[in-house]
């Protein structure tokens, strides 16, 4: 380590991935700077990566950098397949992404309109020590929100933009370009697939006991009770049957997979947003767009809100698919009906349900909660790993109410 100059939190990053970045820097014009780490984010952020920020400091300038790096334990890796991860991610920031932008220049969209991703400084894909490095977008003025904090009106609509133009580049390449869509989605893995095939895999009894613990939760409301039970349990094996319907489906997108709070940087310009940025993409696959719109709606948003919205809110996301699609001469309502929508929302509902009762008792953990859990999930026997049991009163309290708001929202829209 003695040939870097770095300094800071280099903990957990083995000489590989220390050579890499190194490299990296190197190509960047950086050679001999300063390089110090620094911890992104608290416990709770992110369970099945290490994240780190690199702020190099050079003659002429500096330069900062994300950079994710896989985790190092095995059970984790294991469990929760991180290779196939890592792998997703770097295959949307090396060839999807830049197809997708690609597409818009072609098309002649407006720079302000176009796709906005970091920039992607490589990727290190050998097992076990995978990593990505990426631009720092809060060096040009993107910022992360609370996640303890539902999601308003306006905000919610700049993400479902976000969303739609997304979504409707998967459109847009099956027409211009089917064999590069084929490719696409071919090289995405899902995850939930895979876990339901590996019937001993430990992350099963984890969700298992994830459902145990949130009918505990509802003591007191036998109706929601019943309402979830079987329903997170089943989630795997419900998760990976739809993703065998959505092979040959031409309604299906590439899916972010992963669209909460976390996972989207927001830039003002004093009060006013100006846009959404979807990064993280490591759950990204080939299925129904209504996946991305019910794992954002019911996880980053209130239960009143969406009494007050919803419909709205699907709308407004069917109209930016549109107006997205109209710079290729291609209509919605041909690409993906809205009715199309309001029936995969239907089709998507159990299986919603039982995937937004298992991230809602991972995101509302307070940091010393989550720090918890995470060190259960490091140990591999995730048949004692509980994200209840760790929570104070005033987190199960939350967590009550989010679930009740949850199975209300769903009732009330006709999903369950």
């Not at 072609?106 to 050998?126: M, R, T, W």
């Not at 809602?360 to 490091?378: D, F, R, W, Y």
Request: with cysteine.
């Amino acid at each position: 380590m003695a040939q870097y100059n770095f300094e800071g939190e280099i903990e957990n990053i083995n000489e590989r991935q220390l050579e890499f970045i190194n490299s990296v820097i190197e190509k960047q014009g950086f050679k001999g700077s300063k390089v110090t780490f620094n911890a992104v984010g608290s416990a709770g952020d992110n369970y099945v990566a290490n994240v780190k920020r690199i702020v190099v400091e050079g003659e002429n300038g500096n330069l900062s950098i994300i950079a994710k790096i896989a985790p190092a334990s095995e059970h984790l890796r294991e469990n929760f397949h991180s290779q196939l991860l890592f792998n997703n991610e770097c295959f949307i920031y090396a060839k999807v992404l830049p197809k997708f932008l690609q597409l818009q220049k072609q098309a002649g969209v407006p720079e302000e309109d176009q796709i906005k991703f970091p920039k992607y400084y490589g990727s290190l894909n050998e097992a076990p020590n995978e990593i990505i490095l990426l631009e720092d977008v809060k060096v040009t003025g993107y910022t992360m929100l609370d996640r303890f904090i539902p999601l308003t009106d306006y905000v919610v609509k700049s993400v479902l933009k976000s969303l739609a133009v997304w979504h409707s580049l998967s459109y847009v390449l099956k027409q211009k370009e089917p064999e590069t869509f084929n490719y696409f989605k071919d090289n995405l893995l899902d995850l939930y697939s895979i876990m339901a095939e590996k019937k001993d895999n430990p992350a099963i009894a984890f969700i298992a006991h994830i459902e145990k613990m949130a009918i505990g939760v509802l003591t007191g409301y036998p109706e929601y009770q019943n309402a979830i039970r079987d329903k997170v349990t089943g989630s795997l094996e419900k998760g990976a049957k739809m993703q065998k319907s959505e092979d040959g489906n031409r309604f299906s997108v590439i899916q972010h997979g992963d669209a909460w709070t976390n996972n989207i940087m927001f830039r003002f310009q004093g009060d006013e947003l100006k846009e959404a940025m979807l990064i993280d993409y490591q759950l990204a696959k080939n299925s129904s767009p209504v996946g991305d719109l019910m794992y954002f709606l019911f996880n980053c948003t209130h239960h009143n809100a969406r009494v007050e919205y919803f419909y709205e809110w699907l709308d407004y996301y069917h109209s930016e698919l549109d107006n997205a699609l109209s710079n290729y001469g291609i209509k919605a309502n041909y690409a993906y009906p809205r009715d199309q929508l309001d029936a995969d929302m239907k089709r998507y509902g159990k299986f919603a349900l039982g995937n937004a009762i298992v991230t809602n008792s991972m995101i509302g953990l307070k940091p010393e909660e989550a720090s918890k859990v995470k060190e259960q999930l490091n140990t591999g026997d995730l048949s004692n790993v509980s994200s209840v049991n760790s929570m104070d009163n005033s987190t199960i309290i939350d967590y009550q109410k989010k679930l009740i708001g949850l199975l209300e929202s769903f009732d009330k829209f006709g999903l369950l």
